[in-house]
């Protein structure tokens, strides 16, 4: 079956770097479009954004300052500063450069004939006006030096987050997401001209950026399909109403409807379990078993009376689940097997022997395996790629930036899209391998090359407990994908991870930031599946 084809490849979710939109511009200005109309378009959009006064102070209040940078980043702030002086905000422009481009030079001159203020020192970082950044954009490739890194981190310190970058704030890679130096501009408001730049999806930017909105340009179709097919594609909570959820029979029975069995738990972690029972009962799968420490199966019934306990199992001498007596009965019959979370460290005895049979038995388990938290570490000790190459059945990895070291050390230094994307490739055999990348803004990679990464999360909601719910949860939704015919591809990875996040932006605005509970994102996250 075909890969579903999920979401648009549109300006709305394509993920760029800063070299690849150079590219699509300059394509733009081959065909013939000016380069003073193309900087008009932006411009006059970014304007259009702040003076719908919803963001941040009143902006006809506090006025504004915009910083002018000597390139078109530069010329794109003077002509937003010419329109907000038009429309009758007080404005004023300060450029620290001497020589400008070209265009850039002239709107300044022409900013100064409509008697625009220009400042001829420093700003003061304590000012209450509105600073705008036009000073480099996405084109930064060097730190901006140390009186600009001062002064932009005087001016968090005294005004915090008064700050809209247009493109980027400036100090900070649009792609890596670092600083370029000691630090960038703090911005409570990044507007990305036309695309989003794959950088400011990482977890080193988000604390540079604010709020992340993308402004439209309107760009033709044909100029994006230009784009390599694997490019990374961003996902938002609009998606879900396309996304590619399992269709089911509507006469399908409990086992038609997905089947799957969580092994997860153990004495010190007992509550895991619990939560990734949780996430797969929201995720709308059939038929729910477990195998789980004895002390979690003899309660079970009275939380969670539609699991069915298919191995209590003891403690292996080391804290861990005794994974060894998992009987070889347990993975018959089943659509999915969820593995990992809280299942605790392994004995020194099951490194070399004592386990080597069921893990024996997971590699030829003919349906989806999902591998989380201490099977992946356990995996981590022997031939990780070897072992996940020769699996018999589709295989999904959910590991947190640790975790993927341990697995793929050659790679773990990479940006996190590239070392995402080697993992899945490199894990691949016989039957495909996905990965998601836990992080702030999760990513999720095909083996085909296909990356897709969450636009929007909750940071209240990160805490332990949360991936033993998102475990379950994508295991149950896999499940469902087999049993429907539409097989495990790594588009319903992603769906089960862009879910998760939604529940917990869900469970933030019922519930309050204190109440972001894994607990209450596993209660939101029914309401969301389809």
């Not at 809280?342 to 070399?352: N, R, V, Y």
Request: one cysteine or more.
């Amino acid at each position: 079956m075909p890969a579903p084809a999920w979401p648009a490849r549109d300006a709305a979710h394509l993920l760029v770097s800063s070299r690849q939109m150079s590219e699509l511009e300059a394509q733009l200005f081959a065909s013939g479009l000016p380069v003073e109309a193309l900087m008009e378009k932006a411009a006059l959009a970014v304007a259009r954004r702040l003076l719908q006064n919803d963001w941040g102070p009143p902006l006809r209040e506090r006025g504004a300052l915009v910083l002018v940078g000597p390139g078109h980043n530069g010329g794109d702030g003077l002509v937003v500063a010419r329109e907000l002086h038009l429309a009758g905000v007080t404005v004023r422009t300060w450029s620290p450069f001497e020589h400008h481009k070209p265009l850039t030079a002239a709107h300044r001159q022409h900013a100064r004939w409509l008697g625009i203020p220009e400042h001829d020192s420093t700003p003061d970082p304590a000012e209450e006006s509105i600073w705008i950044d036009a000073l480099f954009g996405i084109g930064q490739s060097r730190p901006p030096g140390e009186p600009l890194e001062t002064l932009l981190e005087q001016r968090q310190r005294h005004q915090p987050g008064l700050l809209v970058a247009i493109d980027g704030p400036t100090g900070l890679s649009a792609d890596s997401g670092h600083p370029l130096g000691r630090c960038a501009a703090s911005a409570g408001l990044t507007l990305a001209i036309g695309l989003i730049k794959q950088g400011w999806l990482q977890d080193p930017a988000l604390r540079w950026l604010g709020q992340l909105e993308r402004i439209e340009l309107g760009f033709a179709q044909p100029l994006l399909e230009t784009l390599p097919r694997q490019q990374p594609l961003a996902l938002q909570e609009g998606d879900l109403m396309s996304a590619p959820w399992p269709r089911l029979d509507p006469a399908a029975a409990k086992y038609q409807r997905g089947r799957l069995l969580v092994i997860a738990g153990s004495s010190a972690y007992q509550g895991a379990a619990s939560l990734a029972l949780q996430g797969a009962s929201a995720s709308g799968c059939g038929s729910l078993r477990a195998a789980l420490p004895e002390a979690v199966a003899q309660q079970l019934w009275t939380l969670q009376p539609h699991v069915v306990v298919s191995a209590a199992l003891g403690d292996n001498g080391a804290g861990g689940l005794a994974l060894a007596h998992l009987p070889a009965s347990a993975l018959d019959r089943l659509d999915a097997v969820v593995l990992g979370p809280g299942l605790g460290p392994p004995s020194a005895e099951a490194l070399t022997r004592a386990d080597q049979d069921s893990w024996q038995r997971l590699q030829a388990f003919p349906g989806l395996l999902l591998l989380d938290a201490d099977a992946l570490n356990h995996l981590a000790q022997h031939d990780p790629l070897g072992w996940l190459r020769d699996r018999a059945g589709p295989t999904w990895l959910t590991p947190h930036p640790g975790e993927f070291q341990r697995l793929f050390p050659q790679w773990a230094e990479r940006p996190a899209l590239e070392a995402a994307r080697r993992g899945a490739e490199q894990a691949s055999g016989h039957h495909p391998c996905s990965l998601l990348l836990k992080g702030a803004r999760s990513l999720v990679a095909a083996a085909d090359g296909r990356l897709w990464q969450l636009r929007q999360a909750c940071e209240a909601a990160a805490r332990a407990g949360l991936g033993d719910v998102l475990a379950g949860y994508a295991g149950g939704l896999g499940a469902r994908g087999l049993a429907s015919g539409q097989g495990a591809d790594a588009a319903l990875l992603a769906l089960g991870a862009l879910s998760h996040a939604s529940a917990g932006r869900a469970a933030a605005q019922t519930k309050g930031a204190g109440g972001a509970t894994p607990m209450a994102v596993a209660e939101m996250l029914p309401a969301i599946t389809q």
